[in-house]
């Protein structure tokens, strides 16, 4: 016998009287426990004090008590939101998993459809490559002036040429 089936006997004992060969196996148990020995000597006799205790009075309103329970009970059902409103005003913690669970897959399917392989950045490299145009040499020459107007303090006269020659 092991601890699993002395508890299952000590639970045991509040519903029915124990077998013979029960409590044959619970006497060898408790010999060979003695802390367990006094639990079950302490239960016994409790159980022994409170069945010589005299049973409490039912009251003489208890049907229309049980009664208004079971009103109270099925107007709170009435009142309870159902179907989808109940789901949306209050998810329960098995819902916003789902919910997240739902969000995650969307985000990766849209990253996964964003996602290109190696060939179709070259294609679009090489058509964006063949619409862009290099800027003038003749703008390239003049960078370091252009580049002089834009820092405080710049020459207002050099500004000036410069907007007439545009």
């Known amino acids: 016998m092991n601890n699993a089936m002395f508890e ?10 124990l077998t013979p060969d029960e409590e044959a196996r619970l006497d060898g148990w408790l010999a060979a426990h003695p802390a367990d020995q006094r639990r079950w000597t302490e239960e016994t006799a409790l159980s022994a004090v409170l069945l010589r205790l005299p049973s409490p009075p039912v009251p ?3 049907m229309a008590r049980v009664w208004q329970d079971i009103e109270a009970e099925e107007r709170r059902e009435v009142r309870a939101p159902s179907g989808w ?6 998810p329960s913690l098995a ?3 789902a919910l997240a669970v739902l969000m995650l897959a969307a985000v990766v399917v849209f990253q996964g459809r964003r996602a290109r392989s190696p060939s179709q950045v070259a294609r ?3 058509q964006i490559a063949t619409l862009a145009h290099l800027p003038n040499v003749a703008m390239l020459k003049d960078f370091e002036a ?3 107007l834009n820092q405080s303090g710049a020459d207002l ?3 000036a040429a410069f907007e007439r020659e545009r």
């Open 8 to 17: 299952e006997l000590f639970a045991l004992r509040h519903k029915r009287p």
């Open 60 to 62: 003489s309103n208890f």
């Open 124 to 126: 679009s490299i090489e």
């Open 157 to 159: 006269e050099l500004l």
């Open 85 to 90: 409103r109940a789901w949306v005003r209050w």
């Open 146 to 148: 252009i580049s002089r």
């Open 95 to 97: 819902q916003q998993f």
